[in-house]
C-alpha cells in the first residue's frame, strides 16, 4: 500500500543495463589493505581487527561519510583478483542486509548519491561470480536508493549536495531500465540546477575551484553514459562542462597547482591530467571572471591569481574564506606567494583559522577578518562579509594593470580597501598598493598586509629591515621592498602539500592606516634561473620541514 502511495511515479527497476566509468584514480594495494582489515579514508586509519567496519567507531566524520559513499569501491575494482571482488561483495552484502543506509551519516544525502554512483560504477566488480539472488537483492537497493534520493530532492537539499543527487538520480534513471518517464523529468532538473550554480563565466557558486573538479569527474562519465545508451545529453549538463573546463584553467599555476582559494587545498595531479585529457579547447584560461569573482594576470611566465568577488551566500559559504582581494603569485614552475590553503580533514578549529583573512595574502584592519562566520544548521557559513566588490583591468604597452575594492570593513570599521596589482609585462616585476579609506574619523586604525611564502621559498632581510631577498629552488632570486615600511618575517603554514601541513614564513608589513593610508610594495626579480644542467651538478637535495620540532633530548 505504501508503494502504491508513492507519489513520483516509481518505475522498479529489474535489470542494470550499464556502468559508468569512474574517472577517479584507483590504486591496487589499497584493496590488500582493506582485505587486511586496514581503512584509511579522509586522512585517517582504522585497524577493524575483524570487525565489520561499520561497526567499528569511525575515527572522525569525514572518515565516517567516505565509508558510506562507498567511492573506495573503485580499488578493489582495479585489483581485479577474486579475492578482492568476493571482499567488496562481501561488504556491500553486509550494509544491504544489515540495513546500514539507516545509520545517520549514510542517510546524509551527499552521502547517499556518492553511494549510488560508486554501486552503479562498480556493479562489474559486485556482480561478477555472484548468484541470483545477490544480484535481485543489489537491484533492489539501488531502486529504493533512488527512491529515496528523488523524495530528498522534493525537499530541503541545498548547495552542491543538491547537484551531487541529481546527478546520482540522472545516473540510475540511464543505467536501470524502465526509467525513461523519470529520466526526461530530472534530464531538465538537472539542466536548470547546473544553469543556477554554474555561473556564466564556469565557476560555481561556492566559489570554491575544488567544486569543480569534484563536479566535472561526475558530469564527464554521465556524458559518456548518455552517448553509451545512444541518448543526447541534456544540454544543461553540455553547456556546463563547456564552461567549467577553461574557468578551472584560470586557478593554474606554472607547476600544475591550482590556486588557493575558498575551499582549495592540495590539487591532486592524477585527477588534473585526467580532466586535461577530456579538455577538447585547451585554449589560454580566462582571465577575467566577473560573475564568480577572480582576476587572472599573466606576463611572460609570472601569473597572479587574485580574489575579487562577493562572499557566497547560505549553503555554498561553508567551505568560503574571507578573502577578499588575497592574490597568489608564481614564476615559471615555481609559487612565490600563496594563500595557507585548507585542509578538509583537519580540526574544526584549524579549518576555521584558515578561512579568516589572515591565513591570505592579502590586508587585515585591527585583526579582523573581512567576513563573519557564523554557526547556521551546524555549520560554518560566512553571515557577513564583502558585497560590494568593484573590479578594474586594463592591458597597458608595460603589462596587465587590475585595481578592485571591497567593502567588507565598511560595517565594523567604517573602512574600504583598493588594492592595485601591476605586473610588468616580462613578468620581471609586481608592484601593488593597498589604500585604506575611512568614512568617519579615527585616531589609528592597525594594519598588517601579509604575503604567505610557498614553503620551498627561503626568505631574508636586507636594507635594516625594509626589504627581504627571496631564494627559489630553481635559482631565481627575487627582492621584495616595501617602500620605505619595515618588513618582519613571521612563522606561517601552509596545507596543500602531498604529505600534509607544512611551516613555512610569512612577509609581513605592519603599519598604521590612520597616519599611513597607502602603501606600495614591489616584487622584483634579482636574478634568473641558472641552466637545469648548472642546478644539478650543485643543487642539495630539499630538505622537508616538519611541523612540530624534535622533543628536546
Known amino acids: 500500500m505504501a508503494r502504491k502511495a508513492w507519489p513520483f511515479g516509481r518505475a522498479p527497476a529489474t535489470r542494470l543495463l550499464f556502468a559508468p566509468h569512474d574517472l577517479r584514480t ?17 586522512g585517517r586509519t582504522l585497524r577493524t581487527h575483524g570487525e565489520s567496519p561499520f561497526d567499528c567507531a569511525p575515527p572522525s566524520d569525514a572518515w565516517a561519510e567516505a565509508l558510506h559513499g562507498f567511492g573506495w569501491l573503485r580499488h578493489m575494482r582495479s585489483a581485479d583478483t577474486a579475492i578482492a571482488r568476493a571482499n567488496a561483495r562481501a561488504l556491500v552484502e553486509d550494509f544491504i542486509a544489515r540495513k546500514r543506509y539507516r545509520n ?44 529515496r534520493l528523488t523524495l530528498a530532492l522534493a525537499g530541503a537539499v541545498d548547495g552542491v549536495a543538491r547537484l551531487q ?52 569527474l561526475d558530469l564527464l562519465p554521465l556524458r559518456e553514459t ?10 544543461g549538463v553540455l553547456m556546463a562542462i563547456e564552461r567549467m573546463m577553461p574557468h578551472l584553467r584560470l586557478f593554474r599555476h606554472g607547476d600544475g597547482a591550482l590556486a588557493l582559494f575558498n ?36 606576463g611572460d611566465r609570472s601569473i597572479v591569481v587574485v580574489d575579487a568577488g562577493a562572499a557566497p551566500r547560505g549553503a555554498q559559504s561553508i567551505e568560503a574564506h574571507a578573502g577578499c582581494l588575497a592574490f597568489e603569485f608564481s614564476s615559471g614552475g615555481q609559487r612565490i606567494v600563496v594563500n595557507c590553503g585548507t585542509s ?21 584592519l585591527d585583526e579582523r577578518s573581512s567576513a563573519t562566520f557564523g554557526l547556521v544548521l551546524g555549520e560554518r557559513r560566512i553571515i557577513a562579509g564583502p558585497q560590494d566588490v568593484r573590479v578594474a583591468r586594463q592591458d597597458t604597452q608595460a603589462g596587465p594593470e587590475w585595481v578592485a575594492s571591497h567593502d567588507g570593513y565598511r560595517r565594523s570599521l567604517g573602512a574600504v580597501h583598493t588594492r592595485r596589482l601591476m605586473l610588468a609585462k616580462d613578468g620581471s616585476s609586481l608592484t601593488g598598493e593597498d589604500e585604506i579609506a575611512l568614512s568617519a574619523e579615527r585616531d589609528t586604525l592597525p594594519a598588517v598586509a601579509r604575503f604567505h611564502l610557498h614553503p620551498s621559498v627561503k626568505p631574508s632581510l636586507i636594507r635594516e629591515g625594509e626589504g627581504a631577498l627571496l631564494a627559489l629552488p630553481s635559482g631565481e632570486v627575487w627582492a621584495f621592498d616595501a617602500g620605505g615600511l619595515r618588513v618582519t618575517i613571521e612563522e606561517s603554514i601552509f596545507l596543500a602539500s602531498a604529505d600534509g601541513g607544512r611551516r613555512t614564513e610569512q612577509l609581513c608589513i605592519d603599519f598604521d592606516a590612520v597616519a599611513t593610508p597607502r602603501i606600495i610594495w614591489r616584487f622584483s626579480r634579482v636574478s634568473a634561473a641558472p641552466p637545469r644542467s648548472a642546478r644539478l651538478r650543485s643543487e642539495p637535495a630539499p630538505i622537508e620541514l616538519p611541523l612540530d620540532p624534535p622533543a628536546e633530548a
Open 344 to 364: 578538509r580533514f583537519g580540526p574544526p578549529e584549524l579549518r576555521l583559522a584558515m578561512r579568516s583573512t589572515a591565513a591570505h595574502s592579502t590586508l587585515t
Open 26 to 42: 584507483a590504486d591496487p594495494t589499497t584493496a590488500g589493505d582493506i582485505y587486511s582489515g586496514y581503512y584509511a579514508f579522509a
Open 263 to 298: 575551499g582549495m587545498g592540495t590539487t591532486p595531479p592524477d585527477l588534473m591530467a585526467t580532466l586535461a585529457a577530456y579538455d577538447d579547447a585547451r585554449a589560454r584560461p580566462i582571465e577575467q571572471a566577473a560573475y564568480s569573482g577572480y582576476s587572472r594576470l599573466s
Open 165 to 216: 543527487c541529481l546527478i546520482a538520480v540522472s545516473f540510475a534513471t540511464i543505467c536501470l531500465d524502465g526509467q525513461d518517464a523519470r529520466r526526461r523529468r530530472y534530464d531538465l532538473a538537472l539542466s536548470d540546477e547546473l544553469d543556477h550554480q554554474i555561473l556564466p563565466d564556469g565557476g560555481h557558486l561556492s566559489r570554491n575551484p575544488r567544486q569543480l573538479i569534484e563536479l566535472l
Open 104 to 147: 545517520e551519516v549514510s542517510r546524509r544525502p551527499h552521502v547517499a548519491a556518492r553511494r549510488l554512483i560508486s554501486f552503479l560504477s562498480h556493479s562489474p566488480l559486485l556482480l561478477e561470480g555472484a548468484d541470483h539472488a545477490f544480484y535481485e537483492r543489489f537491484l533492489r537497493h539501488i531502486s529504493r536508493l533512488t527512491d
Open 226 to 235: 548518455f552517448a553509451a545508451r545512444g541518448l543526447e545529453p541534456p544540454r
